[in-house]
């Protein structure tokens, strides 16, 4: 009896060990053919991604099924369950719906692709990368390296906007408001030459915008404020994280500019009045 239990336990180990090998594999593999498609062949990693998970999860799954099947007392156990199968399967519906509803928005994801790895995504008030796709979870880096775990049932009821679906390119709205008494017709110059020289600023016009003479950098007044005339410049660049800096950039330049040549940006004026004593009481 001690040695049917010997050889029991060594062949469970074995298929525990055999399943932790083998799921050390397929993310080995997995890992290389990820690399290997991103860095060589610049395909999308995003469904190699999310198989690998899939089946690593099913390697697991099913190696602990058939370590736990060699176990007498749990085939005895697996036959009780089986007896009972219809209200385990009602309360395993209720208690893995979110797990499941989770699962399915991974797998429509990943069909539709809303987003990719390496997308720039904005969700509310959250900005950052996607870095993985899971069973569970999205894996999103924002821009202080922090790591957000959104389940994937959530993203996919959220209003999302990625930064790289369609085309990469961004425009960014320059906006100024000048004082009433400035020059507008050198303050528009000004915006339009310092967009037009950043090294990060690109021509988005089409070859029929430019065969119509259409200006490569469009500026123009866009409201008069109470103490402002506001001007706005469109500037385009290849991709979110350069139209960032190009936005940071312009903003210290033309302000540079715009103090060197007299054009005064206007900040808000308030007049207080204070009500004083009766003159009466003053003189007393």
């Given at each position: 009896?001690?040695?049917?239990?010997f050889?029991?336990?060594?062949?469970?180990?074995?298929?525990?060990?055999?399943?932790?090998?083998?799921?050390?594999?397929?993310?080995?593999?997995?890992?290389?053919?990820?690399?290997?498609?991103?860095?060589?062949?610049?395909?999308?990693?995003?469904?190699?991604?999310f198989?690998?998970?899939?089946?690593?999860?099913?390697?697991?799954?099913?190696?602990?099924?058939?370590?736990?099947?060699?176990?007498?007392?749990?085939?005895?156990?697996?036959?009780?369950?089986?007896?009972?199968?219809?209200?385990?399967?009602?309360?395993?519906?209720?208690?893995?719906q979110?797990?499941?509803?989770?699962?399915?928005?991974?797998?429509?994801?990943?069909?539709?692709?809303?987003?990719?790895?390496?997308?720039?995504?904005?969700?509310?008030?959250?900005?950052?990368?996607?870095?993985?796709i899971?069973?569970?979870?999205?894996?999103?880096?924002?821009?202080?390296?922090?790591?957000?775990?959104?389940?994937?049932?959530?993203?996919?009821?959220?209003?999302?906007?990625?930064?790289?679906?369609?085309?990469?390119?961004?425009?960014?709205?320059?906006?100024?408001?000048?004082?009433?008494?400035?020059d507008?017709?050198?303050?528009?110059?000004?915006?339009?030459?310092?967009?037009?020289?950043?090294?990060?600023?690109?021509?988005?016009?089409?070859?029929?915008?430019?065969?119509?003479?259409?200006?490569?950098?469009?500026?123009?007044?866009?409201?008069?404020?109470?103490?402002?005339?506001?001007?706005?410049?469109?500037?385009?660049?290849?991709?979110?994280?350069?139209?960032?800096?190009?936005?940071?950039?312009?903003?210290?330049?033309?302000?540079?500019?715009?103090?060197?040549?007299?054009?005064?940006?206007?900040?808000?004026?308030?007049?207080?009045?204070?009500?004083?004593?009766?003159?009466?009481?003053?003189?007393?």
């Amino acid at each position: 009896m001690e040695q049917e239990d010997f050889i029991l336990m060594g062949t469970v180990a074995g298929i525990v060990v055999a399943t932790i090998v083998l799921a050390y594999l397929v993310n080995r593999v997995f890992r290389r053919l990820i690399r290997r498609s991103t860095d060589i062949l610049k395909n999308d990693p995003t469904n190699y991604q999310f198989l690998h998970h899939t089946i690593t999860a099913l390697v697991y799954v099913v190696g602990f099924s058939l370590a736990l099947y060699q176990i007498p007392s749990m085939r005895t156990m697996s036959s009780s369950i089986l007896a009972g199968a219809g209200i385990l399967a009602v309360a395993a519906g209720f208690a893995s719906q979110h797990a499941l509803g989770n699962i399915i928005s991974g797998i429509f994801i990943v069909i539709f692709k809303p987003f990719r790895i390496g997308d720039r995504l904005r969700i509310r008030d959250l900005f950052g990368t996607v870095e993985d796709i899971t069973l569970r979870h999205t894996v999103i880096r924002d821009f202080h390296n922090d790591r957000i775990l959104i389940p994937n049932s959530v993203i996919s009821d959220e209003v999302i906007v990625n930064a790289d679906f369609g085309e990469d390119k961004t425009c960014r709205h320059l906006e100024f408001g000048i004082s009433y008494d400035s020059d507008i017709d050198r303050a528009k110059q000004i915006m339009r030459e310092e967009v037009m020289k950043h090294p990060l600023h690109i021509d988005s016009r089409s070859p029929e915008q430019v065969m119509n003479g259409d200006p490569e950098v469009v500026v123009r007044v866009i409201s008069l404020g109470d103490s402002s005339v506001n001007i706005r410049a469109w500037a385009w660049a290849n991709n979110y994280m350069d139209g960032f800096v190009l936005n940071c950039d312009l903003l210290e330049s033309i302000k540079k500019r715009f103090d060197k040549e007299g054009i005064e940006i206007p900040f808000p004026h308030r007049t207080l009045v204070q009500k004083g004593k009766p003159v009466e009481m003053q003189k007393k």
